[in-house]
């Protein structure tokens, strides 16, 4: 299947830069997984983690090799384990399309005119150079057409997303450049089609009031999540007070909900229920009860002995310093685990196309008892270890789960060419 | 600023066994709670909708994007102010040493350094999993005596199953003492699917099958009802809850919209010419 077409554009060129270019990618949520940027990757779901990585990538502002690199660590072997691939490469004079297995690609408009891009039966992959295409239509085989249901196309600038279909070109509400006024509502925006689905037969009513699937918009902005996306991001508001007052009308009902139940405040107290000594298996006897160990330590549980205060600063190779005010979680795609309540860490990826980097890799943080008012690293066993120079030292390699105490002019080494300077605060 | 886009599916069954189901559950986008209430004759049902209750307040009331873990702290700390109210009730009204209980799973998405973040966090033996890359992955640890003793190297995880102490668990909401949940901090690429259940699910349904079922679910809603029929299938044996949601895309901040759209704003409210 293949997207409806958009409207008639020929202004629009594939140059990725410049003022005048309006064309973004639209897409219709499903199976496959897109990276889109400046090289715009899309592949099947078992491959999102290093389609994320030739995203990060791609963000970070990697050439294409580079990218592809990351998208591909193994090198060429990899591909063995790809059946189905497209690239897309936006370079500001062409427009590079790299196709493999079951998909292809329609380029619409431009120098040559249109063109179907297939990579079936190619041992590596098909490449085309195209030139100002007006529209690039990625076909997508579906993956459960049976199931497949009707979503609305959604617009976006760039990003991760998991797709049905996808387009590049102008999108079709879309206004002239200086034309800042008119604006498209927030992302995504349902963008109607008239046309029939080509899937046979979706189901998409089947139990659509018992959970409606479309959430409203989830909106992050500065000022806050707000249901309805109204706040100007501009204005950070404080804290919503929490309620302090006794409950509102106690239904938990909402419509997503099962039959409705009870209100809370009026049931007496309940008859004895069928438990009890009843069956030892019988899981509804499950019961508050002490631990039988000590809690452990933690070592991620927040900042230093006093939160707020800057002890240090890092830099990612020629990135912008970050205040280390609390726990800085290092690493390909990091993430924390297990904190207590306190200050969360902030977490800090940074580009691995090598893979050499371990996902959460490191940790930096405001230093406790001997290293108190300093910085501390601590190598939260990576699989290719971390590296310090301190001014004036040989490198050192950092023991997992030792903190090491950080000085201004200290470089930290995570591999892949990462560098972290340390910095006076 | 970055716009996250989620789906999901919510299902919940009494099961096969149960009189009453104690679950609740919240998909309150982007807040998302599952409860196990505790002790059938003490009404859990109460408990676990109370949380429900206190999470839909925060969802509807918004709050920062930058927040941390004080907003999921100070709503746990505010459902169990009301579950204590509610045993003192009903123990004024005679009925002896009431002591209702929940646990707790929460979901909330939040934003740090401009980019989005599921902020989890987990009290009791509600569970979270994620899938990624095809593959389901624990993500939060039970607070159970059971797992204690395994983490310690005291129990071998086979062994659990047959522990006199297997449903005893080490922390939740009710009762006495301090509340501690575990927090959990992903960037969403790394968590693309989540699975929030009771251990009505993880209890009755292996892993191994629960990651085939959501890897064959491209829907959330049938891999959440899918999920709640295999453990009802496996026996039923208590009340089974499963919230599914997926990260269905998201996007960075685009300069040129979003420099439209705050204008856009700014006219709407008559702020602009």
Redo the contacts between chains.
Sequence with gaps: MSLPTSPPTGADTGAVTGPASLARWT?R???W?AALGRVSVVGP?????RI?AAWAVD?AGGSTGEVLGALLPGGLADLESVSDLAVVVREPDRVVVLVRGALRVHARGGVGGDRVCEGAGTLTWVEHTLIEPAELTVELPA??AD?A?VTPE?A????????AALRWGLAPAAAPAAA?????P???EPEPEPESAPEPAPEPAR?AAA?P???????????????PF?E???V?????P???VP??P?S?D?P???PP?EA?PA?P????????VASP?????????????PA?PDPLAGPGPVPGTVVARIQVNDGEPIDIDRAVLVGR?????????????????VPSPMQEIS?THLEIRPGTGPDHGSAVATDLGSTNGTVVVLPGLPPEELRPGVAWQLVPGAVINLGDGVMIHVLRP | MSRVELHHGAATDVGLVREVNEDAYLVAPPVFVVADGMGGHDRGDIASRIVVEEFRRLAEAGYPAHSGSEVIAATLRAAQDRIGAYDADRRAEGAADFNAGTTAVVALLVEQDGAPRWLLANLGDSRIYRCSGGALEQVSVDHSVVQELITAGALRPEEAEHHPERHVITRALGGQGAIEADYFLLPLASAERLLLCTDGVSGMVADDVLAGILAGAPDPRDAADRVVAAAVAAGGRDNATAVVIDVVGWSADDGYDSDASRRSLQEKLGALP
């Design positions: 897409f949520p499903g199976p997984t779901a078992d491959l999102t983690p994320a963000a993956a459960d199931d249901p959604y976006v600038p760039a990003g991760l997303v998991r797709v800042t006024a008119v604006v498209p927030p992302l995504p139990d959970d699937l479309s959430s409203p918009l989830s909106s992050l902005t500065d000022a806050g999540f707000a249901p109204p100007d991001p501009t950070p508001p404080a804290l919503p929490l309620p302090v409950p509102p106690p938990v909402g997503d909900d099962e139940t809370l049931v107290p309940a008859p004895p229920g069928p438990d009890d298996d019988h899981d509804g006897l499950t019961q508050i009860g002490a631990s039988p160990t452990p795609a990091p993430e924390a685990r297990q904190l207590g309540d306190g200050v969360l860490p902030r977490l800090l990826p996902s």
